[in-house]
């Protein structure tokens, strides 16, 4: 197969589009390891990429996809062998360098990890670079004294993808966890997923001081914007927010007191890490940060309904992880 069908965004003047192109395999950019890609994933980050609603995409034409499973078909690499169960995430992949929406890729051996044993690969590319984020975000939370007997832990932006995998992995851990949904038919789902209480974003507090009653101990904000600004005023002694996305805006309100009277922590989560960091949460991911509701999170999609699904994801309708499923 030296021609295939990609999902490839472009720029055209200075409007962004996408579509399905037929590509060489001698297009795809330069790099140490070749991936027959499975499954890849829809996150928000390329939903925005593909709609052009956001500066997402640093290099066009690029192949969308931030996020891949597959087995290395060949390895420059001493990390890889053919036939190896990989996992593809971060760094360039499907922003600067071409992504996961195609049955074929070629990435620098940095942005891989082997797929842990006892993962599938179905379950490894429902979590994803949003599952890795969601535990990275545990993580970190739990290494700035977050702990179940303190207090509860909010989580926004409930029914996505990062959420659902933070829902899962912190009720395991014994933490009270209380799910903010726009989506009210969602609430059996994210109750099945672990979630405590599940209630209305509309109901939260908006903060007319800087600190307002304390409600929250953790928190795993995927929304920034109002819905951070609030967050920090509602936060309880100690309490530890994971910064981890932007789909309600960038920018947020605050003063310094609820960091200096309360020592609210605010921890920025990043998935774009070195290899040893992603090498140990992988293996985290499978053993004690392994989530127990893939099949209830993971939506399978065939590779063709793609665009249809981005739509659906950018327009905030979709829940859990939705899986892209190559032909064949
Ligand atoms: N820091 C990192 O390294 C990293 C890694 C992965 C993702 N992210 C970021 O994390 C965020 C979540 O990613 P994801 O893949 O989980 O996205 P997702 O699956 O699309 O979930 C986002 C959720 O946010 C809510 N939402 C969407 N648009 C909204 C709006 N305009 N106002 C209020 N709520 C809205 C929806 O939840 P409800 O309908 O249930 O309320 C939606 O399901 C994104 O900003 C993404 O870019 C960051």
Redesign the pocket.
């Known amino acids: 197969m030296d021609r295939f069908t990609a999902y490839r965004v472009e720029k055209n003047d200075k409007a962004v589009s996408a579509s399905f192109v037929e590509m060489d395999e001698a297009a795809l950019d330069a790099g140490e390891v070749d991936v027959d890609v499975r499954y890849a994933s829809?996150?928000?980050?390329?939903?925005?990429a593909a709609a052009g609603r956001m500066p997402v995409i640093r290099r066009f034409p690029c192949i969308g996809g931030?996020d891949a499973a597959g087995v290395v078909r060949a390895s420059r690499s001493a990390r890889f062998a053919a036939g190896d169960p990989v996992i593809v995430h971060?760094h360039g992949f499907g922003v600067s360098h071409h992504g996961g929406y195609a049955p074929r890729a070629r990435v620098p051996a940095d942005w891989v990890n082997a797929v842990p044993k006892g993962l599938s690969l179905l379950q490894a590319i429902t979590i994803g670079?949003?599952g890795?984020?969601?535990a990275?975000a545990v993580e970190v939370m739990e290494a700035n004294g977050l702990a179940p007997s303190k207090g509860k832990v909010l989580v926004?932006?409930?029914?996505?993808?990062?959420?659902?995998v933070a829902i899962d992995l912190l009720a395991q851990r014994g933490f009270h966890v209380v799910?903010?949904?726009?989506?009210a038919q969602?609430s059996g789902y994210?109750r099945e997923l672990g979630a405590a209480e599940v209630i209305d974003?509309a109901s939260l507090t908006v903060p007319k001081r800087p600190l307002e009653s304390a409600l929250w101990h953790g928190a795993v904000d995927?929304?920034?914007?109002a819905?951070l600004s609030g967050l920090i005023a509602t936060m309880s002694k100690d309490g530890v927010i994971a910064?981890?996305?932007?789909?309600?805006?960038v920018e947020f309100s605050t003063t310094v007191m609820p960091f200096i009277l309360r020592g609210v922590r605010l921890v920025?989560?990043?998935?774009?890490n070195d290899v040893d960091v992603r090498e140990h949460l992988w293996r985290r991911l499978a053993s004690d940060l392994r989530p127990r509701h893939l099949d209830r999170i993971a939506q399978v999609r065939p590779f063709a309904e793609l665009p249809r699904w981005i739509d659906a994801?950018?327009?905030?309708?979709?829940?859990?992880?939705?899986v892209i499923e190559m032909p064949g």
């Open positions: 829809i996150n928000f980050k390329d939903a925005l931030i971060s670079v949003a890795y984020t969601a990275l926004n932006g409930a029914s996505g993808g990062v959420a659902s799910a903010a949904t726009r989506k969602e994210l974003p995927s929304l920034g914007g819905a910064s981890i996305g932007n789909a309600m805006g920025g989560v990043n998935s774009d994801v950018v327009n905030g309708r979709a829940k859990g992880r939705t």
